[in-house]
């Protein structure tokens, strides 16, 4: 039997098998499970898959695999290859499992409502939807909407779920290839198939239209949303039908998306003159609709109200209360056009007033102008000194930010299990550590304590998928395992149980594949990426320590988050080695060097003095005090060439040539990386993409014995998104590299932001990786330089709200604090904006939103920033130029500044555009 199975598949006899899996009992066909099992197994490597026929063979086997093995096994193992549609239909009739519709098959509609009508499934609205679709094309993606009418099911029941369930209609809606080669009228072949048979009388016109309406609260995406409403206007209804529809259409006011709004919004401008116009339920929506952020919704709110306050003039005093909402939007012409209304049906009093008055402080210049009959004259602010005005950013230390470490074995036990898939990177700094300070304090009783966090570790080696940092932590707590069990043979039974399956797990799949990497390797056998480097080096450090019984803490561990170290403690640490007469480990030092906050020196640098001896305390004051030089004699350069790094040194320092050193381009060390927009033309000159790069920074670095761990670092010369996505449930690791330089970070930073800001965020990896940069910039509180206004005006300019957030909030603490130059940003968001790289309106309505009234100081940097701006864009407006200097305009006349406009070459030119400005 065995024999006759192999047989088949080995001659991808596919009806054959079929005859024969029917001729067997159920019994038999159980028997044969081990066998369809065990050759889908061996063949599923990609060795296999590049023998000639394999593919046939191996679905061959499926068919056997469908019948023989167990329903849950076999809807696993066949997600990515059930039989055909048509060997099913052979198959059902004599072998059917209870929950066949939960198996992985190929749809086809017709097939699905065979087998229903055989009683073999039922369908339900998500099945039919993910397929219905695709019925009215052919292969060769032909419309054939007649396909429609071969089951009476279809129009009947099936169709109308479409409006009811999320499908992917979407799809062929957008593809317009399929549209022209068909001579689609609409382009969508979906909504001809509509109209078609709702001018036929097949389908009830007036339910496609009301349950097209009625789709977009149904909780669809945003895209989905959106073709449902185009529907609708496909369908192009009468006023009758709209009017017919007005408890549909304002149901749709309350969508979460702006497109039905809008839509509805342009109807109901329409209906607004009909005397069966519903106004009532449309004030009920009003103050939802003047509080939109669209500037459409808006405009058409206010054109249907102004035809309602003409002709109903009952209601002006209920319209009246409610305009004043517009105000919230900081749109000039919007701000206007409500301004020119108020004043045209209000009545100047006191209740006008009152009304107005809660909106005051958004009001523009302009509107308060056309208002000034319903304002109180506003009292100029009093002048605020220079010192009132600065606001200190709070420290990178302190209490709130303070790292707990380890009291107890037990602390140690429950901290293991947590380090390993811990979304807060410095716990693998802490995992290190806390592996030398404690790992040598579990005794026997202790180590049950420990087997869930190697379970854990193990299990995830186990997986196909490279963890985290290149497996660093998982080996270097495999290695730790080793190291117990080689000091408690006889108590850690369970750890070489994990051990022994890595073993087995390792000999099958190398067997499987030349491509499969060996889990079950010491640290020092593990192989990654050149930016990994530095940490693998120190968690080789972390091990030997605990095989010397060397329980000092590792330097470079953080005492603040994200990955701050006191410049106190760190002081302390090296003073204990020093004491026991220890030196610390390269990279541990160095990484320590490189956390280590020199924002406030002075006591550190009198701890220094006091605590320290010979060179080490030289190398701390060297890197605490900014002019002080480097003391020879020179034991360890690296060290002294990551404190110049670290603290940003501009001085040349000859001592260190002979290292290799001086080839070390001057702006990696000062952090000042310049950069530039161009025109990458792609491949062969076919497409051309604004792109940004980094330009000062070529250069061959040539170091000789002495490593740095910053080298590590800059080796990354292009970042990719995907570069960082190991684990995605693990996303704050992916800026982890970033952590260890966070005093000059500065061309990571570029790099970075380039990797986002040249797809403009286009993915949802770049998208997170704008969102740890931005949140990173944030946290650090770093002064400020070329990368930094650089990230910063990308920030501004994400299409990602909370990356925008973030961009604001870097921006109002530091322009606050004084730490941050107008004119640098504003050079940076112009060099951007001259090539058009991203939507002006971003920046636009960020500025209008959130920017604009922050404080006066805040106005007068932004007037100072836009003037930076405009001097780098061209002479031929770009798209929203008009909508920034309404706001240039806008914050001249809220700081009562004269506009400097003498860099800006091309001002008068863009006058003669349409722009025209008041400065008097």
Same mark, same amino acid.
């Given at each position: ?42 063949? !599923? ?32 193992? #066949? ?5 055909? =549609? ?34 073999? +499934?039922? #369908? ?17 993606? $032909? ?54 048979? /709702? ?49 549909? *259409? ?20 329409? +209906? ?17 609709? #003047? ?51 108020? /004043? ?11 009304? +107005? ?15 000034? !009959? ?151 056998? +593990? ?10 080096? $120190? ?13 000092? =803490? ?10 701050? @170290? ?15 007469? $220890? ?36 190398? &701390? @004051? ?145 998208? /997170?990786?704008?969102? *740890? ?64 790289? &991203? ?44 909508? #920034? ?36």
């Amino acid at each position: 039997m065995k024999e006759k199975l192999l047989t088949y598949i080995e001659k991808a006899d596919r009806a054959g098998i079929i005859t024969f899996l029917k001729s067997l009992t159920p019994e038999e066909r159980k028997a044969l499970a081990p066998e369809t099992r065990k050759y889908d197994t061996y063949h !599923d490597t990609w060795e296999k898959g590049q023998e000639e026929g394999i593919w046939e063979k191996k679905y061959t086997n499926r068919i056997a695999m469908f019948v023989c093995l167990p329903p849950a096994e076999a809807k696993k193992s #066949l997600r990515w290859g059930m039989p055909t =549609p048509q060997e099913l239909d052979a198959i059902l009739p004599w072998f059917c499992p209870k929950d066949f519709a939960e198996y992985p098959f190929n749809h086809e509609y017709e097939y699905l409502v065979k087998w229903e009508a055989a009683g073999y +499934l039922t #369908l339900t609205p998500e099945m039919v939807v993910s397929i219905l679709p695709d019925v009215i094309f052919t292969k060769n993606d $032909i419309w054939t909407p007649e396909i429609l009418e071969s089951y009476p099911i279809t129009l009947d029941k099936h169709i109308w779920w479409l409006f009811e369930f999320p499908s992917n209609i979407v799809w062929y809606s957008n593809n317009t290839a399929i549209g022209e080669a068909n001579q689609s009228p609409s382009k969508c072949l979906w909504f001809d198939t509509f109209i078609k048979y /709702t001018a036929e009388g097949r389908l009830d016109r007036m339910r496609v239209l009301r349950e097209s309406l009625l789709a977009v609260n149904r909780n669809f995406n945003k895209v989905l949303t959106g073709w449902f409403t185009d529907l609708f206007a496909a369908m192009q209804p009468t006023e009758a039908e709209l009017l017919a529809l007005q408890t549909e *259409l304002f149901g749709t006011l309350t969508c979460i998306w702006s497109k039905p709004v809008t839509h509805t919004v342009k109807l109901l401008k329409k +209906l607004a003159v009909h005397p069966q116009f519903g106004t009532e339920e449309f004030l009920s929506n009003l103050p939802l609709l #003047l509080g939109s952020e669209v500037k459409a919704i808006l405009t058409s709110t206010l054109s249907v109200v102004e035809v309602i306050l003409k002709r109903k003039k009952d209601f002006i005093p209920e319209i009246i209360a409610m305009l004043c909402t517009a105000f919230l939007s900081k749109d000039e012409a919007i701000q206007k056009k409500a301004a020119e209304l108020f /004043t045209q049906y209000a009545s100047p009093g006191s209740e006008s007033k009152a009304l +107005l008055a809660a909106y005051a402080d958004n009001l523009l210049m302009n509107t308060r102008s056309l208002l000034a !009959d319903y304002l109180d004259k506003i009292e100029p602010p009093t002048p605020i000194s220079a010192e009132e005005l600065l606001v200190e950013l709070p420290s990178v230390i302190g209490e709130e930010n303070r790292i707990p470490t380890l009291q107890s074995t037990e602390d140690f036990a429950f901290f293991l299990t947590q380090a390993v898939d811990s979304s807060e990177p410095y716990f693998f700094d802490h995992l290190l550590n806390n592996l030398v300070v404690w790992g040598n304090q579990v005794t026997k009783a202790d180590l049950v304590l420990l087997e869930p966090a190697f379970k854990k570790v193990y299990s995830r080696l186990y997986k196909w998928g490279v963890p985290i940092l290149d497996s660093i932590p998982y080996i270097t707590m495999t290695d730790y395992a080793q190291y117990l069990i080689h000091k408690f043979p006889e108590k850690t039974k369970k750890l070489q149980t994990f051990r022994d399956k890595m073993d087995t797990v390792d000999k099958d799949r190398s067997e499987q594949s030349n491509y499969y990497t060996k889990r079950q390797i010491t640290l020092k056998d +593990l192989s990654v990426e050149f930016i990994y480097t530095g940490f693998r080096q $120190i968690a080789i450090e972390a091990i030997e320590k605990i095989k010397n019984q060397d329980a000092l =803490p590792l330097l470079s561990t953080p005492t603040h988050t994200p990955a701050w @170290i006191n410049p106190l403690t760190l002081i302390d640490r090296i003073a204990a080695y020093q004491q026991q007469g $220890i030196e610390p480990g390269d990279m541990d030092m160095q990484l320590a060097i490189q956390r280590c906050v020199t924002d406030f020196p002075e006591e550190a640098l009198i701890k220094a003095s006091q605590s320290l001896t010979g060179e080490l305390k030289h190398l &701390f @004051i060297f890197l605490l005090d900014k002019n002080a030089p480097i003391e020879s004699p020179i034991e360890h350069p690296s060290w002294w060439m990551t404190a110049a790094i670290t603290k940003r040194s501009a001085q040349y320092h000859p001592e260190l040539e002979p290292y290799g050193y001086h080839t070390i381009p001057k702006a990696y060390i000062t952090g000042e990386i310049e950069w530039e927009e161009y025109i990458n033309t792609g491949y062969n000159g076919q497409y051309e993409w604004k792109h940004f790069r980094i330009t000062n920074v070529e250069s061959q670095i040539q170091l000789k014995d002495h490593k740095l761990f910053y080298r590590y670092l800059w080796g990354v010369d292009k970042i990719s998104a995907s570069h960082f996505f190991y684990d995605r449930d693990h996303k704050d690791w992916m800026l982890f590299p970033y952590l260890a330089c966070p005093n000059n970070a500065d061309l990571f930073l570029g790099r970075i932001t380039f990797c986002f800001a040249n797809c403009d965020m286009c993915e949802v990896p770049e998208q /997170t990786l704008a969102l *740890l940069t931005a949140r990173l910039v944030h946290e650090l509180k770093r002064p400020f330089h070329e990368m930094h206004y650089m990230a910063l005006a990308c920030f501004l300019f994400a299409k990602v709200k909370a990356v925008q957030d973030y961009g604001f909030a870097i921006w109002s603490e530091n322009m606050a604090a004084n730490r941050l130059d107008p004119i640098r940003l504003g050079t940076a968001l112009g060099k951007i904006e001259a090539m058009e790289a &991203f939507p002006l309106k971003r920046l636009a309505d960020c500025m209008s939103t959130y920017m604009i009234g922050v404080s006066h100081k805040h106005n007068q940097s932004l007037v100072v920033m836009l003037e930076a701006l405009m001097q780098q864009l061209p002479q031929k407006p770009i798209k929203n130029l008009k909508k #920034l200097l309404e706001l240039y305009n806008e914050l001249l006349a809220l700081t009562q500044c004269r506009p400097n406009i003498s860099g800006v070459p091309h001002w008068r030119s863009w006058g003669m555009e349409g722009t025209s400005l008041n400065y008097s």
